[in-house]
């Protein structure tokens, strides 16, 4: 009997007598059995031990060469119909996937151990809590599950029953083409084989933590997000928290980790961290939107994070942490990443564990000539972050004030600007896009919409999931105000106008300032927007006329943009919610006015 659960023991025994391990070890979450797997792990070659003088508690773990990044064309929900798991998500029938999956499981855990993981996604005992159990043949699931979650036997005493999210991995063969990860939305219950990847094997993060939250909240009147949490103190005390959901790059973890610039500083704006990837959202009596991170970790990508960009990060990875496809420093027994601070070091090992000197790389060919590989991680606690906001540790949560959406566009999104009401805000979380660039794509302006930074995440249908915020927004009778931004915005030469980083406090000011009530706004046909001096932009190094060009609406490009999102709701089919064609229709109305055309 591996636990008190009669259920929980009744699904381990069926998942041995599948996959065949040695031996089944429960983890109680005590410090001794986790340095003991991390010496395990050492003499496997599955972790690497790092300088402990200067990275204590820290391991670099290098993953398959073909195992590097989450794989959305691997990613399957299996719901029932097709129509419930929508167009945006890849389906396979549920009885297809079992029967495929069972055979790549059979046998795949011979010679292995089976590690069975209770975890709980928030404060255990909460009203927001969810509790899960991740069977898995990987140490590094293990330790990183111990991190990235809460784990032990506490957990185990708040499960009844079969109130839980049932989670089966094996690394089995690592064989790409059989690579898969399946949810099963309708019996809580996730399948993912043939990876070593965090993002395709932490069966509580984008999983649990999003694919089935989503589905979940839908069913049980809550919210699952793909947003961070930010808390900000005003000089006199006040302080408001705001969620912001941004796809990928664009800004979002240095955005949670934010420093104000130092004259924000000395007037005594503090900005805190409560997450920087999940936030699971509930109305509260009060008639307000509240929310908490359930997670209790960082996954973040490692290049890019430097002093400049993002030093709490920095300073949140300099113990117990995991790194993933980093670059060893063989010299110190630390590590390294483009974007670093320090220098490369002299005798560097890459991701792949082969030597490397900086004139092997080659801009064209980032992930096979970086000394860190472009999506290698750090997987480090969160209570190590220096702006680590205590109310992250309060279990009903905090109220939301704000969201912010935000994306990558060149021209068309200005700065900030304001919606007019929870339904206009849920249609411009619908349209947020970002905008590919040469680097990444060889394609340059190239529109991928992500609503609500969700494409990826949603465990069912996208037209009802954008119903479900409305339906949610009926329920509140004071929801936050809702705003987006883009950092983005280039000159004629395609130079970034905005500095971005620490400065965003300067829009984050004005974001405040609104949902007090203060703060002037131009109306536009886009939403409210701060005059040109509505943003404090003294101390910046900004041409004249930047402001005004940051802020300016381009009606032409807004209208071809709303050509583009009707092809996109024309695409999610017809679970597009009227409400949100009315505000297309709307939108493209107060344009054309604008521009001295037309009503459509």
Known sequence: MITRNARINEWIDECAKLTCPDSVVLIDGSDAQRDAL???????????????????????????????????????ICTRTKAEAGKINNWMDPDECRARLTRLFRGSMKGRTMYVIPYSMGIPGSRFAKYGVELTDSIYVVLSMLIM?????QVLDCIEGDGFTKGLHSKADLDENERYIAHFPETNTIWS????????????????????????????GWMAEHMLILEV?????????????????????????????????????????????IS????????????????????????????????NALATVDRETIFTNVCLDADKGTVWWEGHD??????????KGRPWTPDMYDKRDKAGTSAAHPNSRFTAPIENCPSLSPAYFEPEGVPISAIIFGGRRAHTAPLVYQTYGWRHGTFAGSAIASETTAATTGAVGVVRRDPMAMRPFVGYDMGLYWQHWLDIGRRLSNPPKIFHVNWFRTDAEGRFMWPGYGENMRVLEWILARCEGKGDAVSTPIGLVPP????????????????????SVDTAAWLRDCADLRDFYSFIGNTVPDELCRELDGLERRLHAAAGGKDS
């Not at 508690?57 to 399957?76: M, Q």
């Not at 979650?149 to 036997?153: E, F, I, N």
């Open 532 to 551: 040109e001096d509505g943003i404090d932009a003294s101390g910046l190094d900004l041409a004249p006329g930047t402001m005004k060009e940051l802020l």
């Open 280 to 311: 699971w959202l509930r109305v509260g009596g009060d008639g307000r939107l509240w929310a908490i991170n359930p997670e209790h970790g960082f996954f973040g990508v490692a290049p890019g994070t430097g002093s400049r960009s993002n030093p």
């Open 38 to 76: 991390r010496a395990e792990a050492c003499s496997t070659g599955e972790l690497l031990k790092l300088n402990q003088d200067l990275l204590p508690g820290c391991y670099l773990h290098r993953s398959a060469v073909n195992d590097v990044a989450r794989v959305e064309d691997r990613t399957f």
């Open 342 to 351: 320090d220098p490369p070091p002299v005798h560097a090992v890459d991701w």
């Open 149 to 153: 979650t809460r784990v032990g036997t």
């Open 233 to 277: 103190e005003a000089p006199d005390g006040h302080k408001t928290y705001v969620c912001a959901a941004f796809p990928s790059s664009c800004g979002k973890t240095n955005l949670a980790m934010l420093i104000p610039p130092e004259k924000y500083r000395k007037l005594g704006y503090k900005v805190r961290t409560l997450g920087d990837d």
């Open 193 to 220: 084989v043939n990876s070593g990847y965090g993002g395709n094997v932490l069966l509580s993060k984008k999983c649990l933590g999003l694919r089935l939250a989503s589905y979940l909240g839908r069913t049980e």
